[in-house]
């Protein structure tokens, strides 16, 4: 597949649009929000304690080597004359963070570097998909559903995961999956009960318009939906009320971090911002989904500082302050990132880097066993590369996304295939990273 | 595009209603005289009006109901028939809508160029292009940006303004069976052309024709591939060697959503054969058309589900390919239900099922002949299913602004826009239109090739529905640019002082009569008292966004 053009491209990195869209729905009934203490919310229909899943994709095909830098490769210097991260012990500023020797962290992901150091951010470098497409709208659609290259599979992974989820059907709760998405990601296709919802704070009767024209509102629809017809329209009405409810309770336009957490500003620090409130909220989510674009570097990536690097930034800072900001729940939670493809281990003769195959994959949480690169380095001398050109994978993604779903969310290893049809994986194949 | 910079009006006056004043051949009833029966022929105008278009304009379930329904139904089996000047009037003003395909592609491959271009300088210049903030469209940039925006503005503009609202109905019915997706490299550039040429054309022919077309056209063959499949043979790119082979994508998808479906019995060696006689069956890259490359073409001797093709049969392979899958019973079957899924019930009744698929297998694919036997069946036309399915995001937007008689005006993008998020094509209009994209289903960007489901259960989620009350409440108090509802018609003869009164002309006109009492009892409360009066009136704009996100209004 060829690269993208501009506007595909753009299509691709639906983030910002959909980022826009949410705005945008405040905006049409001007400033202001609901207050929390309008309504008494009814009983939690939730428990807490779940054990969370918070899924990010990087969309757009991150450069692993510049996220992880391979410092201890020789080839990685050849490769990257102008945008190569200068190696931990060059003294330079902008140099990479040292891991191990042998991978540092890009300079940007200063944030992470104690998270590393505390143990509970893993590294599985030259991850992803073995299949060799390089489109973003394929490569985005197999990882998500969760298979090399099966354009038949419909569903997502993580929809399918959530079904094979042990589970106490009583307690289920209205905010179980939630994407903070416009429209409903494919991981999470197929999963009725899953929620697409960019901003929490607009998820409510009349968002922006004045309490007590939108309480009064509320009451109305509430009184509609209430006949007992039990069809799916009004069910979906139940679902919907207990959902504002719940949210009400929480109250996002409100929220407050611990302990100083500071998030960045823009749709990914939000996204972060309320998934962290909600679970600290307890009120019964167990997947997470969120986005961030702008991986698509294909021009003057940068090195230590430029476009790379500013991603890089905003990603580590909302990750960083979402850690803190969890604190002791963070034993709950496993943030996993993932990204379509990796980039061209060679710059391009635009200072950028195309299309590529593997790339860094992160782990984060109390549940990891963090502060180790994890993985196979396949090198990048020119006959270790795929294709001569790319990073090689020596981890399929569904390996480090099954070590999630059995250790992490419980899922029986005998339930795998229906996670991942036709992909045989088992512990002996996890990356190990959970233990 | 300097044209776009026009804004178009083309309001509604009736137009739904004009053309029935044409003498029509049927004999005109008189008005019934007696109540029960006049609210069972006004459920029945409805639920046509619903299932065979997006639903009523302000008047028209009382004139179907009068002239009757199969008077109805028999005009909208003959679309050229009717006239549709509204629409016409509408669409003559998007000047993208009828440029050949070729010009469109030949922009995009500019655009790709002149991005190449400044990368490169970019990268001269040590600063990131992303950094450039925002910039006007270049002229090849803007012109495909424009030829999408409009496709999607024409979309809405028919199913609101149509005389000929089976037709609309169908093409969206057919683009969802031989989906296809924008986003997918020159589908970019196709997508306008394969609605157009692709679709338009022939849903009201063969069957197996609208099969070949799609077959046939760029947008299918880049959108599932084909255009890539070849033969196995190494191919020399420089120094390198590249080893070409089939593509299966296209044979996989063609048996399984565009004729006999999944449960057909059919193998994975019939997907490799099906792939195997479609090889050389691509795309001239420079203009964006049909090419048979005969170097690339399989010519050893297959077998697709038991049937033999010779060897050397050339571009005829993938002909006959179509052909046997076009007759086949399975094909009929699965058409037959989908058709039913959509126009009668989430799980039809199998005797509705199998009269469709009678018809279309002793008419040999004739889909009018297909068409006339589902909307006359006895299935169709039973009040049991009357509001069985939930209206899909179109839908519903549709329905709500044809049910309020709106304006629908088209967004033309500013051509100096605030940056990249704000691109034509894009969500955030502000316009009921782009609502869609926050209701999970954005026309001509939904990746799947299986289309939006025809499960209407799949659109009712409590995301969703918190989405609709907003829709509602936004479009009711006239917030999008798009469209806005007429009041003035919506309420044509009502007291507007009188709630019971302005509450019987509204579920009247968009619901034909049948609200629900639990939505009635909440309408009834809806007054507010002017400022300068003591006398409270009907608190309007609230009234229709409630009906608009009542139970009754999600369901068709």
């Known amino acids: 597949m060829k690269s993208p053009t501009p506007v595909s491209r753009r299509f691709f990195l639906r983030q910002g649009a959909l980022a826009f869209a949410s705005i945008g729905a405040g905006a049409l009934f001007g ?37 992880v830098v391979p410092h201890g490769d020789p080839h990685y210097y050849r490769l990257r004359s102008d945008i190569a991260i200068a190696t931990p012990t060059s003294g330079k500023p902008g140099s990479a963070i040292d891991l191990d020797g042998t991978f540092g962290l890009h300079p940007a ?105 939108a309480e009064s509102l509320e009451t109305d629809f509430r009184q509609i939906y209430a006949s007992s017809q039990g069809d799916a329209i009004h069910s979906a009405g139940d679902n919907s009320f207990a959902a504002i409810d719940l949210l009400r309770k929480v109250d996002p336009a409100h929220y407050r971090p611990t302990d100083g957490a500071t998030y960045p500003t823009g749709p990914f620090g939000r996204s972060l911002r309320q998934i962290a409130q909600l679970i600290k909220s307890d009120v019964g989510l167990e997947v997470a989904f969120a986005n961030i674009g702008g991986w698509d570097t294909h021009a003057n990536q940068g090195g230590a500082e430029g476009q790379l690097s500013d991603r890089l930034r905003e990603f580590s800072q909302a990750l960083a302050a979402f850690h803190r900001d969890l604190g002791a729940k963070m034993s709950d939670v496993l943030v996993l990132t993932m990204s379509e493809f990796g980039r061209t281990a060679h710059q391009n003769g635009n200072r950028g880097t195309d299309h590529g195959h593997g790339t860094a994959f992160f782990a984060l949480g109390g549940p990891v066993r963090g502060g180790r690169v994890y993985g196979r380095w396949p090198g990048l001398a020119p006959d270790q590369l795929y294709q001569n050109r790319d990073l090689a994978i020596t981890t399929d993604f569904r390996d480090f996304f099954a070590e999630a779903a059995v250790r992490h969310m419980g899922v029986t290893s005998g339930d795998l295939p229906k996670v991942f049809p036709e992909f045989r994986t088992d512990a002996a194949r996890f990356p190990g990273f959970l233990g | 595009m300097k044209s776009c910079l026009c804004r178009i009006v083309a309001t509604l006056p009736l137009a739904g209603l004009a053309w029935m004043v044409l003498p029509v051949a049927a004999a005109t009833r008189a008005p019934d005289p007696d109540p029960s029966s006049q609210m069972h022929s006004n459920a029945e105008a409805l ?58 592609v030949e922009a995009f491959r500019e655009e790709a160029q002149i991005r190449r271009e400044r990368n490169r300088q970019a990268g001269l210049a040590g600063k990131g292009v992303r950094k450039a ?15 999408f925006a409009q496709l999607q503005d024409a979309k809405l503009i028919r199913a609101v303004l149509s005389n000929r609202q089976l037709n609309e109905v169908l093409v969206d019915f057919w683009f969802n069976h031989f989906n296809i997706d924008a986003r997918k490299d020159l589908d970019r550039a196709t997508i306008e052309s394969y609605e157009r040429d692709t679709i338009r054309p022939h849903i009201w022919g063969s069957f197996r024709d609208l099969l070949g077309a799609t077959a046939h056209s760029p947008a299918m063959l880049v959108y599932l591939d084909n255009w890539k499949s070849s033969r196995v043979f190494p191919l020399r790119r420089g120094r390198r060697v590249v080893q070409r082979g089939i593509n299966e994508n296209y044979g996989r998808e063609l048996m399984e959503l565009h004729t006999v479906g999944v449960d057909a019995g059919y193998t994975q060696a019939d997907v490799i054969s099906v792939a195997r006689c479609f090889t050389g069956w691509t795309i001239d890259p420079r203009d964006g058309e049909f090419r048979y490359n005969a170097r690339w073409h399989d010519e050893g001797d297959k077998v697709v589900m038991g049937v033999r093709i010779p060897a050397y049969g050339g571009i005829d392979d993938g002909e006959r390919v179509l052909d046997l899958l076009a007759s086949s019973p399975a094909t009929a079957h699965h058409l037959a239900l989908e058709l039913c899924e959509r126009f009668i019930a989430d799980h039809p009744p199998q005797s509705a099922v199998d009269r469709v698929a009678s018809v279309f297998l002793s008419t040999h694919g004739d889909l009018p002949s297909v068409y006339r036997c589902l909307f006359t069946s006895p299935e169709f036309l039973d009040l049991k299913y009357a509001g069985a399915k939930s209206k899909s995001p179109f839908e519903f937007i549709a ?90 018609e919506l309420l044509h003869g009502a007291r507007r002082s009188s709630t019971d009164s302005v509450i019987a002309a509204l579920d009247a006109s968009m619901l034909g009569g049948t609200l629900s009492p ?21 608190a309007l704009p609230r009234i229709l966004a409630l009906i608009l996100g009542s139970p009754d209004f999600q369901r068709r």
């Open chain 1, 31 to 67: 400033p202001g929000f609901l207050r929390s203490s309008l309504f008494a919310a009814e009983p939690l229909r939730t428990k807490g304690g779940k054990r969370v899943l918070v899924c990010i994709f990087q969309r757009g095909a991150v450069d692993g080597l510049s996220m």
């Open chain 1, 109 to 213: 992901l200063a944030p992470l570097r104690d998270i590393y150091g505390a143990g509970e951010l893993a590294v599985l470098h030259a991850c992803g998909n073995p299949n060799g497409t390089r489109s973003h709208f394929d490569a985005q659609d197999f990882m998500e559903a969760g298979t090399d290259h099966d354009k038949a599979l419909r569903s997502g992974w993580l929809s399918r995961m959530l079904a094979s989820c042990p589970e106490d059907s009583a307690h289920l709760s209205p905010l179980r999956a939630l994407a903070m998405t416009g429209q409903m990601p494919r991981s999470l296709e197929g999963d009725p009960s899953a929620l697409a919802i960019a901003d929490l704070a607009h998820f409510q009767v009349a968002p922006g318009a004045r309490p007590a024209y």
């Open chain 2, 47 to 104: 639920h046509v009006l619903n299932r065979m278009g997006y639903g009523p304009t302000p008047g028209e379930v009382q004139a179907v109901a009068r002239e009757g329904v199969d008077v109805w139904i028999n005009q909208q089996l003959d679309p050229q028939a009717i006239p549709d000047p509204a629409v016409d009037a509408a669409l003559a003003h998007l000047g993208t809508l009828n440029l050949p395909c070729t010009r469109i």
């Open chain 2, 133 to 147: 903030g925002p910039r006007p469209l270049d002229p090849p940039e803007a012109l495909v940006a424009d030829a």
């Open chain 2, 399 to 488: 329905s709500a602004l044809r049910a309020t008689g709106a304006s629908v005006v088209p967004v033309i993008p500013d051509p100096t826009p605030q940056g990249p998020e704000q691109r034509p094509g894009f969500a955030m209009r502000q316009t009921a239109f782009s609502m869609l994209f926050q209701m999970g289903q954005q026309p001509y960007t939904w990746e799947p090739p299986t289309g939006f489901s025809e499960n209407s259960s799949r659109w009712i989620t409590s995301g969703a529905l918190v989405q609709r009350f907003n829709f509602s409440l936004a479009y009711a108090a006239g917030r999008f640019r798009d469209a806005r509802p007429n009041y003035a």
């Open chain 2, 518 to 538: 639990a939505t009635r009892t909440v309408l009834e409360r809806q007054t507010v008292r002017p400022a300068h009066s003591r006398q409270p009136v009907p």
